[in-house]
């Protein structure tokens, strides 16, 4: 079975500090992709982004980084320099070649940058 | 613009009445999927379609149904709600069935977010 657990319901950070959201994953696959969403107070579903199992290289854009460790099956999401409109619930999720599309979704970690 | 649209975006509806939820993309995606989103659990599969008249349960079936008799439309049916389907509901297609064609992501509609009382 294939579970998304992100331990961190709620982080609370000032502007300008970064922050790490922790993402751990299970499956059994070894072809496997995992997704980074962003739910801003809107509620829209904002995609982040996409990484497959065989490539482990870290991917930066703009602030956002985002660090693959297959060997702690992590997935982690940093922030750097945190902004008010970073505030937002982010989801992490895992979908494998045997699961027909379907996103696993973790529960979700809350965001809040405050001024 | 490529999309996928929902309709209605809020409702609030009472036990037992049944409701429709449509949703409907412009891409000419294979596969489409419902989610529900409740606080705590993250998102949860509710039904998914491969294709045209190819549908299948997802984690959460129970107390809905779909049907795929259109490419563009996978509506969602609430035939006798009852208040633990409250929740914020997603519809999401993408291009294949095939998880590993190309560079294909999972879009997703604006959410209808849903009250039975």
């Known amino acids: 079975a294939q579970k998304v657990t992100q331990a961190q319901t709620e982080i609370s950070v000032v502007e300008k500090e970064d922050v790490t959201l922790d993402c751990v994953y299970e499956?059994?696959?070894?072809?496997?992709?995992l997704f980074w969403y962003k739910q801003p107070p809107s509620g829209e579903l904002v995609f982040l982004i996409r990484r497959n199992s065989f490539d482990e290289q870290n991917e930066i854009s703009g602030r956002y980084s985002w660090n693959f460790q297959k060997s702690t099956s992590s997935f982690n999401f940093t922030i750097t320099a945190s902004q008010v409109v970073d505030s937002a619930v982010y989801f992490c999720a895992l979908v494998t070649i045997r699961g027909f599309q379907k996103l696993v979704f973790g529960t979700g970690t809350r965001l809040l940058v405050s001024p | 613009e490529a999309q996928v649209t929902q309709n209605p975006r809020y409702l609030i509806t009472v036990t037992g009445k049944k409701l429709t939820v449509t949703c409907s993309q412009n891409?000419?995606?294979?596969?489409m999927s419902w989610y529900r989103q409740d606080p705590g659990l993250g998102l949860r599969q509710i039904y998914y379609s491969m294709n045209v008249e190819v549908t299948d349960k997802g984690d959460v079936p129970e107390g809905y149904k779909v049907s795929r008799k259109e490419k563009r439309n996978f509506p969602l049916i609430l035939e006798s709600p009852s208040p633990n389907q409250t929740s914020l509901y997603f519809c999401a297609s993408s291009l294949s069935s095939e998880v590993f064609s190309g560079t294909d992501t999972q879009y997703f509609g604006p959410g209808t977010r849903l009250t039975v009382l």
């Open positions: 499956t059994r696959d070894t072809t496997y992709y």
């Open positions: 891409m000419n995606h294979e596969y």
